[in-house]
């Protein structure tokens, strides 16, 4: 498939679908997790991003997440995010799957996003659920943020060992599907990665855009090598 093909693809589909991962968000500047510079190469996430390390050390977990927010709140979405937002605005049906918490495709403008991992921005109550959104303030504070019930508040994400809860909807969404673009992501990460593999078993063209090949490559009908920035303006840009 070449790039031309695949921008057709994706222009003239019925149903197009995306699942994207911290590639997306790298040229903003934030870091991805695997990879040069990922944030697990020097990190263990069984001590950063369980609910067992928040257990144990509650301040060294928020002082990760922390240091993520001020790197959320320093960058900006890039030209991938703000293609897939002027996507969805050109092609009614459209939906975004993310595996990203940065918010970053929300704030270009997509708004039929379903995020895999929650949100970083959020503060939500480890008792009572309830959520706010992050504060600046709030997060330069030594305190622990604390909800109005008392309870210990924690990042809005998903953490490893958690259930990814808007899973159901994300294979609904990838099963209907007959464009699924899958940008950014090592496919390393169960469910989310699955979500193509629905797709491309509900008979969905896979289209692929990542530096590196992935375990996704292997079914993908057109792997476009490079940067999402680079490439996703071209791939999306067709008009139905
Ligand atoms: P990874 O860090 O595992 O993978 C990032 C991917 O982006 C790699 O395949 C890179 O080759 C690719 N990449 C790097 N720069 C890129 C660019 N400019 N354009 C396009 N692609 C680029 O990130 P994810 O697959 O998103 O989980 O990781 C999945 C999950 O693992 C995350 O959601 C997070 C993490 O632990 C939770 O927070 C629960």
Known sequence: MTPDDAREVLAAARRPVALTGAGVSAESG????????????????????????????????????????????????NAAHHALAAFEAAHEGFVLITQNVDGYHR???SRAVIELHGNLMIDRCSECGAERPADPRRDAADALPRCACGGLERPGVVWFGEPV????????????????????TSAQVEPA??????????GAAVIEVNPEATPLTS?????????????????LGGAR
């Open 193 to 202: 990665a699955s979500a193509a593999r629905v797709a491309k078993r509900a």
């Open 30 to 77: 934030l870091s991805t997790f695997r990879g040069p510079g990922g944030l697990w190469n020097d990190r263990r996430p069984e001590e950063l991003a369980t609910p067992e390390a928040f257990a144990a050390d509650p301040a060294l977990v928020w002082s990760f997440y922390r240091w993520r927010r001020e790197r959320v709140r320093a960058c900006a979405p």
């Open 107 to 109: 704030d270009a403008g």
């Open 219 to 235: 079914i993908a009908d057109g792997a476009f090598r490079g940067r999402a920035a680079a490439l996703l303006p071209g791939l």
């Open 165 to 184: 809860t808007r899973i159901e909807e994300a294979f609904a969404v990838a099963g209907e599907a007959d464009a699924f673009l899958v940008a950014g």
